[in-house]
T-cell receptor, first 113, second 112 residues
């Protein structure tokens, strides 16, 4: 079974802190994604990566950056956390190809105070 | 731009009361459609992939169907444990259709 593991289930950070969210997948998937999920807004794509060191902006990249130094690991960085970044963050991975499904991690509930 | 719309936003049923959830999409070319289940506070869990119009997939009390413009998730004789948010998604054009576009989900509640 594919496993996507996020480093934390719950995080509380202070405004202005630099925050790192880590995600690791164990199935050699080329594609990895970071989404945030908010009530009434659904899943919104922040960034994705289709290969090592390659990244593409999603729909809401402002205030975030990413790093993919190894194929299995995709990190989301909040450069200076703000209260409007309080959210559920979901990492996913997907094999390259049109009809392949994405597999999600368990989510990180981030609260910025 | 590819778009996915789900309806209703929320649905409350009695145990055993069958119903259907709708997922409509506007894409330049169908490249598959995915259904997920999401429990509160957890990541989405993959249910089905539908590849082409006319296809059907079943799993326990769930059956997913696909037409050229929409997909339905039929729930037959649901139980309280079927309560969850159900999401559908389609691959988006660009970069080899690598990213998925999600609908906002249908929050399903089954009362005992």
């Amino acid at each position: 079974d594919v496993k996507v593991t996020q480093s934390s289930r719950y995080l509380v950070k202070r405004t202005g802190e630099k925050v790192f969210l880590e995600c690791v997948q164990d199935m050699d998937h080329e594609n990895m994604f970071w989404y945030r999920q908010d009530p009434g807004l659904g899943l919104r794509l922040i960034y994705f990566s289709y290969d090592v060191k390659m990244k593409e902006k999603g729909d809401i990249p402002e205030g975030y950056s990413v790093s993919r130094e190894k194929k299995e690991r995709f990190s989301l960085i909040l450069e200076s956390a703000s209260t409007n970044q309080t959210s559920m963050y979901l990492c996913a991975s997907r094999l390259r190809g049109r009809h392949t499904e994405a597999f999600f991690g368990q989510g990180t509930r981030l609260t910025v105070v | 731009e590819d778009q996915v719309t789900q309806s209703p936003e929320a649905l409350r049923l009695q145990e055993g009361e069958s119903s259907s959830l709708n997922c409509s999409y506007t894409v330049s070319g169908l490249r598959g459609l995915f259904w997920y289940r999401q429990d509160p506070g957890k990541g989405p869990e993959f249910l089905f992939t539908l590849y082409s119009a006319g296809e059907e997939k079943e799993k326990e009390r769930l059956k997913a169907t696909l037409t050229k413009k929409e997909s339905f998730l039929h729930i037959t004789a649901p139980k309280p444990e079927d309560s969850a948010t159900y999401l559908c998604a389609v691959p988006s054009l660009g970069k080899g259709a690598q990213k998925l576009v999600f609908g906002q989900g249908t929050r399903l509640t089954i009362n005992p």
